[in-house]
């Protein structure tokens, strides 16, 4: 982040952790998400199309946990913002293995609940 981004961040912080989140949103991250990515697919290719346009710092594709198959979707950090703005210019809607990629900034992973809550189970007793 540049200095006055940080700045305006750590005040607004101060005041309203909302506003900070706004801010933050605003200012572009350096990590990307790739979408429709082929099954053939792999890190170096995906690390070398994006080379182009700058350092890349990152690469992981998203496997299925019990096959270990390609989800078809991906995440490359760039070395610098302005990096990674240009390769969402360049390689979104731009082919690699066949397919026509869909890149943007990647969003911030939700936080997800815990499991669920077990059942009552057993004879409910009346009052």
């Known amino acids: 982040m540049h200095d006055d ?11 309203n952790g909302n506003d900070a989140k706004k ?7 350096n990590r990307l ?5 082929s099954f053939q697919s792999n890190a170096d290719s995906l690390r070398s199309a994006f080379a182009a346009y ?6 992981h594709l998203v496997t299925d946990r019990e096959s270990g ?4 979707f991906g995440f490359v ?3 610098t913002n302005e990096e990674a703005a240009k390769a969402i210019a360049e390689m979104n809607g731009a082919t690699l293995d066949g397919r026509a990629l869909r890149v943007n900034e990647a969003e911030e992973r939700q936080a997800r609940g815990g499991g669920g809550g077990g059942g009552g189970g057993g004879k409910r007793q009346r009052w």
Do not use: F, P
């Open 23 to 29: 801010i933050e949103n605003n200012i572009m991250g």
């Open 77 to 79: 950090t760039m070395g």
């Open 33 to 37: 998400y790739v979408g429709n990515l």
């Open 69 to 72: 198959q390609s989800r078809g």
């Open 5 to 15: 981004a940080l700045s305006i961040l750590g005040s607004a912080k101060l005041r």
């Open 54 to 59: 700058g350092s890349v710092t990152d690469v």
